[in-house]
């Protein structure tokens, strides 16, 4: 597509239950980016692929979070047990490769909130 | 590890006014330096950047230099805008090839 397109684009969960974030990058970009944005913090890197591959989860920042991509394209991002914590705008971004000559665009992002 | 330090905002200006908003990086090597821009309701968008020492990105009038001795990437407009307001962030590319970001900077500026 034209640009990076995530879903949904709000969220409202209850506390421990599942929720899935979707990314659908732009056509032809390998590397896929996921970050996260709480309320008066910076960017929190979660993970990113490279094709469907993940080099570095290091971000995930416990085992109640999970990511795949599938076919080098579409992502998710799966949280379990939601916590009051967990609320925050879930950003996806996507390059043609890694590497700095390319730059990453972003979605407009998936506010979660868990009540 | 890898960090980005950003001066804490608000910053507040008057339209037409000199903005400075200072960045200053943690990396091994040399990284490629960003900054991001992020308007109310709006997505991140790539403002300009810089990929070796002493180079200048520039974009929209705003400049910003790698600066190699001092491990900084200060962001600079000679002029502000009302429509300048926004969140801006500034980023290295770590080897890994992920970004790090800072913080955010906002900035306000009133007509």
């Known amino acids: 597509g034209a640009g990076v397109s995530q879903s949904p684009s709000n969220k409202v969960t209850e506390k421990g239950k599942d929720v899935e974030l979707r990314c659908d990058p732009i056509?032809?970009?390998?590397?896929l980016y996921w970050y996260r944005q709480s309320l008066g913090q910076g960017l929190e890197f979660l993970i990113y692929?490279?094709?469907?591959?993940?080099?570095?989860k290091s971000g995930l920042p416990s085992d109640r979070f999970s990511a795949e991509r599938t076919g080098g394209s579409v992502s998710t991002l799966t949280i379990q047990r939601t916590q009051q914590e967990d609320s925050a705008v879930y950003l996806c971004?996507?390059?043609?490769?890694?590497?700095?000559?390319?730059?990453?665009?972003f979605g407009s992002g998936t506010r979660l909130t868990v009540v | 590890g890898d960090s980005v330090t950003q001066m804490e905002g608000p910053v507040t200006l008057s339209e037409e006014a000199f903005l400075t908003i200072n960045c200053t990086y943690t990396?091994?090597?040399?990284?490629?330096l960003f900054w991001y821009v992020q308007y109310p309701g709006e997505g991140l968008q790539l403002l300009l950047k810089?990929?070796?020492?002493?180079d200048k990105g520039s974009n929209k009038g705003f400049e910003a230099t790698y600066r190699k001795e001092t491990t900084s990437f200060h962001l600079e407009k000679g002029s502000v805008q009302v429509s300048d307001s926004a969140v801006y962030f500034c980023?290295?590319?770590?080897?890994?090839?992920?970004?790090?970001f800072g913080q955010g900077t906002t900035l306000q500026v009133k007509p």
């Open positions: 990396a091994t090597g040399y990284p490629s």
């Open positions: 810089a990929t070796k020492a002493d």
């Open positions: 971004a996507s390059s043609p490769s890694t590497g700095s000559n390319y730059g990453y665009t």
């Open positions: 980023a290295l590319e770590s080897n890994t090839g992920k970004l790090i």
């Open positions: 692929f490279q094709g469907n591959s993940a080099p570095d």
């Open positions: 056509s032809g970009h390998t590397a």
